[in-house]
DNA sequence: TCAATATAAAACCAAAAGGTATCACAATTG
DNA sequence: CAATTGTGATACCTTTTGGTTTTATATTGA
């Protein structure tokens, strides 16, 4: 199935995945890298690294021996277009969850 | 795993219980009627659902011999929140997305 | 009452997911 | 060059997922 969303989502559901983005959103990192940060073979973060390329939320490139990934935020796009359907359900809307969530973390960086 | 978030995340990485959850936005419905929109049996439906309220997207009241669910939209802000780190990415940020989805689709209901 | 209907619950099954171990090979480094 | 390192690619294993079928139970309606 290559339906851009769904491949987005699938890549979502995994915690492991989820945390190897939000690292990635700090640098780019090599896949021996991003397995210095799991309990996991390379091999296994390998695979989680596959599909979070084929869900569109990273970006690889080989650099010598190495392959460098890279967040690639436009892919949540999909994700946040489907979500924005349900907006009409809240009172306070995409808009201004923004704003709560930047609240919430004021020094999150 | 109790992880709250991560139950959202796995329930909405189904096409089926995602457009289950876009059906419950029209209104509630009974599991017969949700099945009516599925190429599958009631049971296969009947465990979405369950998921679907696992993951807090919807809840569910019996009435006689039916069983009624409802989207339960506040389910979404786990998610919501975990994509709001990304925030920082874009130039345009949830707050203007939100805009661009509302013009895309002008007469969505 | 009796038949039909809606859900519930359990057993079962094939395929996908998440993981491992292993081997091969290219790139680096001493 | 030789040893090491980083990745790639398989084969394999176990658990979860998404589905079916079957059986049971509770409501409803004629």
Request: hydrophobic share 40%.
């Given at each position: 199935?290559?339906?851009?969303?769904?491949?987005?989502?699938?890549?979502?559901?995994?915690p492991?995945?989820?945390?190897?983005?939000?690292?990635?959103?700090?640098?780019?990192?090599?896949?021996?890298?991003?397995?210095?940060?799991?309990?996991?073979?390379?091999?296994?973060?390998?695979?989680?690294?596959?599909?979070?390329?084929?869900?569109?939320?990273?970006?690889?490139?080989?650099?010598?021996?190495?392959?460098?990934?890279?967040?690639?935020?436009d892919?949540?796009?999909?994700?946040?277009?489907?979500?924005?359907?349900?907006?009409?359900?809240?009172?306070?809307?995409?808009?201004?969850?923004?704003?709560?969530?930047?609240?919430?973390?004021?020094?999150d960086?």
């Amino acid at each position: 199935m290559t339906d851009i969303a769904q491949m987005a989502f699938r890549a979502l559901s995994d915690p492991s995945r989820r945390e190897m983005l939000r690292m990635l959103g700090d640098r780019d990192l090599t896949v021996a890298q991003v397995s210095d940060g799991f309990d996991m073979t390379r091999a296994a973060v390998k695979k989680h690294l596959i599909i979070l390329e084929e869900g569109g939320l990273i970006r690889s490139r080989t650099q010598g021996r190495e392959r460098i990934n890279t967040l690639h935020p436009d892919g949540l796009r999909p994700v946040l277009d489907w979500l924005g359907w349900f907006d009409r359900f809240w009172d306070d809307r995409l808009s201004d969850l923004k704003a709560t969530i930047e609240q919430k973390d004021p020094s999150d960086d």
